[in-house]
């Protein structure tokens, strides 16, 4: 029994009223389980699927997101695991989760790991993509494995080249959390193959537990090829009840294309005037954008003094464990902001996040309500804002748009008056070499390819797209070209604009050459000759010497650019861990030998007053 002296445990948000204990007095959970669980009442999922869970049932589970889910599929499937007599053999996994991203996962993992220090450590493996495959099969072979959590394609990987199947022979309870977003993310081949590849249930029974936030057709239907006939039921959400989105203010706003990051910053601004201890989420279209953002920001924080706001980037050009690294650093800062891509749109709980901006066009409504989800999770306070730029205003009319409970923004949110003293000093860091012409130039071509999925929406012909991208590299990103390349759009290999689909007749607004410059700006060398030192040193605001010789190759597409020195907090994902401090020295990148770089800028600026 758990002892009466320990402090009071925390409750879990959205109550039902019945307390873990009161399954212990029912015979469904171990006392030992009750006194390990860090929450003393139950959510309404939980209630309900502990008992058909625990008696080994099938389960087709509906519910909101923040609702404890991960804990009413986790809890059963354990406390059964354990209690049953005839337990899985040490070289034999007796229960395996299915997540579709990578995050989600690693959560998943943690609340395992939780939910099982009472009845002694089981071993929690989480197989993801991203980490060395080799050495997660090093740490699987020859030791116990209690719980797999991995993704799909991850699975797969293990199953059919790493000899994991033998692992599988007597699995005991297989789990499929966000089974909606499993399908969204493309997985629904894979899903089958798993499922062929695992023990014939007729032979070798086993517990299936459905998990879904939406039950459309199609995730009805891949429930019924996983699920026995006699599953149980269960939903959360009555008929007539709202979804979780609808209940969070939402507001949108449009801009000056050019006062895009300007008006941006000075949304980001007013939220944390309001409440300095703010969590922010700001999703961007695309990752090259995120990444981008960031670095204007975390220059933006330094030239203005402001210390008190911890910024965070997390996206899919970043490896595995820097973007744990910084969702856990977002998780535990306070007065902190994460610019993300959509890995972080679905099915990651992170307590307490004040508020979403979404800065750009979402790739639907289905998406739009995704990210909106993040905030006035579990019954709390938040706020969502769509900013878009006044040549996308069309977008809003779309169907799935327009039934969404979205107002005009107050005139007062974001005028001229406040915009302009932001969009001067952004414009100042985006033409600063804090932000350099290579990160601009990805960030264009990933706009070109995002919205060229939009010309029918927004009515664009591909001349008015590419129109509208230079304007974003200019007047936007302020890219400005060297040498020959001195007034032109970012360069672009034809490759490339053949890729992304660019007729072959409007590439003349495109700025097409043989080879990409590199991080300096100079054209790549050819192969061979000897590996030049920097240049001569630079001044303050020179940029060094160019390479000599053949240069490095144009860093791949999966290379991160690395973090702003700045004075603020940082942590990002390519720096990891919680809020590091960063001095004031300059990057020696551009500067002349390796340290010859000046500062960043101009001082002395100071934040605009509000």
Same mark, same amino acid.
């Given at each position: ?523 790549? !060398? @050819?192969? &061979? *000759? #000897? %590996?030049? /030192? +920097? $240049? ?5 605001? =020179? ?49 002349? !030998? @390796?340290? &010859? *770089? #000046? %500062?960043? /800028? +101009? $001082? ?5 007053? =509000?």
């Amino acid at each position: 029994m758990a002892s009466t002296s320990q402090a009071p445990r925390p409750l879990t948000p959205s109550l039902s009223g019945a307390s873990f204990k009161s399954f212990a007095d029912r015979g469904l959970l171990s006392a030992k389980t009750v006194a390990s669980l860090p929450y003393e009442l139950s959510t309404p999922i939980q209630e309900q699927t502990i008992e058909p869970g625990v008696k080994g049932l099938d389960i087709l589970a509906r519910a909101k997101t923040g609702t404890g889910k991960t804990v009413a599929f986790l809890l059963p499937a354990v406390e059964r695991y354990i209690t049953r007599a005839n337990a899985s053999s040490p070289t034999q996994v007796p229960i395996l989760v299915l997540s579709p991203t990578r995050e989600l996962a690693q959560q998943i993992g943690v609340e395992a790991q939780k939910i099982s220090t009472g009845r002694g450590k089981l071993s929690v493996h989480c197989l993801v993509g991203g980490n060395n495959i080799k050495t997660e099969v090093s740490k699987l072979r020859g030791s116990r494995v209690d719980i797999v959590v991995v993704t799909p394609g991850r699975l797969i990987d293990h199953l059919e080249n790493y000899g994991l199947a033998e692992r599988f022979r007597t699995l005991q309870c297989l789990v499929l959390d966000e089974a909606d977003r499993l399908l969204d993310q493309g997985f629904e081949p894979e899903l089958q193959r798993i499922l062929k590849m695992l023990p014939n249930r007729q032979t070798t029974p086993r517990q299936t537990l459905f998990f879904s936030a939406t039950m459309p057709p199609k995730v009805q239907k891949l429930a019924a090829t996983f699920l026995l006939p006699t599953h149980v039921n269960i939903s959360t959400i009555a008929e007539n009840e709202d979804s979780t989105h609808e209940h969070v203010p939402q507001e949108v706003a449009f801009v000056e294309p050019n006062d895009l990051y300007g008006a941006a910053v000075t949304l980001i601004d007013a939220a944390f005037k309001e409440n300095p201890k703010a969590k922010i989420i700001a999703f961007f279209p695309t990752a090259r954008e995120v990444g981008l953002f960031f670095e204007m920001y975390c220059a933006l924080l330094q030239r203005v003094g402001r210390q008190d706001i911890i910024p965070f980037e997390i996206h899919s050009r970043k490896s595995q464990p820097q973007r744990e690294k910084a969702l856990a650093g977002f998780r535990t800062a306070e007065g902190s902001i994460l610019f993300s891509s959509d890995v972080t749109a679905r099915g990651i709980d992170v307590p307490d996040v004040s508020a979403v901006f979404q800065i750009g066009l979402p790739a639907n409504g289905e998406q739009y309500v995704h990210r909106v989800g993040r905030t006035a999770r579990a019954g709390k306070g938040g706020r969502a804002f769509l900013l878009l730029s006044s040549d996308q205003q069309i977008y809003m009319n779309t169907p799935d748009m327009k039934k969404l409970p979205i107002l005009p923004a107050s005139q007062d949110v974001l005028n001229n008056e406040r915009i302009a003293p932001w969009k001067v000093l952004v414009d100042e860091v985006m033409r600063s070499p804090a932000v350099d012409n290579r990160a601009k130039g990805q960030a264009y071509q990933a706009w070109i390819g995002y919205n060229k999925g939009f010309l029918k929406t927004l009515r664009w012909t591909q001349v008015d797209l590419l129109r509208a991208a230079n304007d974003y590299a200019f007047t936007l990103l302020r890219y400005e070209g060297e040498g020959d390349l001195a007034g032109k759009p970012p360069p672009m290999l034809a490759k490339t604009a053949g890729q992304i689909g660019i007729d072959r007749g409007n590439r003349h607004m495109l700025n097409i050459v043989q080879f990409l410059p590199d991080e300096e700006g100079k054209p790549r !060398g @050819g192969r &061979g *000759g #000897g %590996g030049g /030192g +920097r $240049g001569g040193g630079g001044n303050a605001n =020179s940029r060094g010497g160019g390479r000599g010789g053949a240069s490095n190759p144009v860093p791949s597409a999966q290379d991160s650019v690395s973090a702003p020195s700045v004075s603020a907090p940082v942590a990002s994902a390519s720096t990891g861990g919680g809020p590091a401090r960063r001095g004031r020295g300059n990057r020696s990148r551009r500067g002349g !030998g @390796g340290g &010859g *770089g #000046g %500062g960043r /800028g +101009r $001082g002395g600026a100071s934040a605009p007053s =509000s």
